[in-house]
């Protein structure tokens, strides 16, 4: 959703009160926030439940969202936070990303290419599951929910820099495991002519 197009319907919904601006914006970010909020709670209805939360609390304070500087961080902080209230209500204290993997597989490709690209996704989940559970959250919000740097530093109360040495940390063990594959991959026959 581009920048203007955020901030039209967050000034409909706060002046107009307009539920058709409301639900276009509840549809483009209860996805992604849902798997957010997974991250911490682990179980579907619980997570359904904070997201749920977050957007009856923004509908109900509709008319402070022209007010708010970047949407987008704050919805995510609001779902952590809501998180973790959950979490500390329930008396459970354990993050998990065991659910969140990568998949790069282009449906149109053709099956040699599809068997390669599901071995990167394996190579490419096995180095995720490898790193902290802090370093694949990073990693989950800035490649796969396309959030900047600035945004996850914000959103986990971090440093730029942290977050920086986080995304070096996975790509390197990316690259790391990607190149290991090759290695121990055999090497296709070669046509040999007598």
């Known amino acids: 959703m581009i920048e203007n197009d955020l901030k ?34 682990k179980m579907d209805e619980a997570a359904e439940e904070v997201v749920n939360d977050v957007f009856l609390n923004l509908w109900i304070q509709r008319a402070k969202l022209g007010a708010i500087c970047n949407f987008q961080a704050y919805c995510y902080t609001s779902v952590k ?3 973790l ?3 500390s209500k329930a008396q459970l204290d354990k993050v998990s990303l065991d659910d969140s993997h990568t998949e790069v ?18 190579v490419i989940n096995n180095s995720l599951n490898k790193l ?5 959250l990073v990693f989950k919000l800035v ?3 396309g959030l900047k740097y600035r945004e996850v530093a914000e959103i986990l109360d971090l440093s730029i820099k942290t977050v920086e040495y986080h995304m070096g940390n996975a790509l390197k063990q990316i690259a790391l495991g990607i190149a290991n594959s090759q290695k121990s991959t055999p090497a296709a026959p070669q046509q040999v002519t007598l």
């Open 8 to 41: 039209g319907l967050l000034e409909d919904i706060a002046l107009n009160d307009s539920r058709a601006s409301f639900k276009r914006l509840y549809l483009f970010y209860y996805s992604r926030l849902l798997r957010f909020a997974k991250t911490f709670v």
């Open 81 to 83: 936070n809501k998180s």
């Open 85 to 87: 209230t959950y979490l």
């Open 105 to 122: 597989i282009d449906p149109s490709a053709n099956v040699e290419d599809r068997l390669v690209c599901t071995d990167i996704n394996r």
């Open 132 to 136: 902290s559970e802090q370093c694949r």
């Open 143 to 145: 490649k796969e929910d």
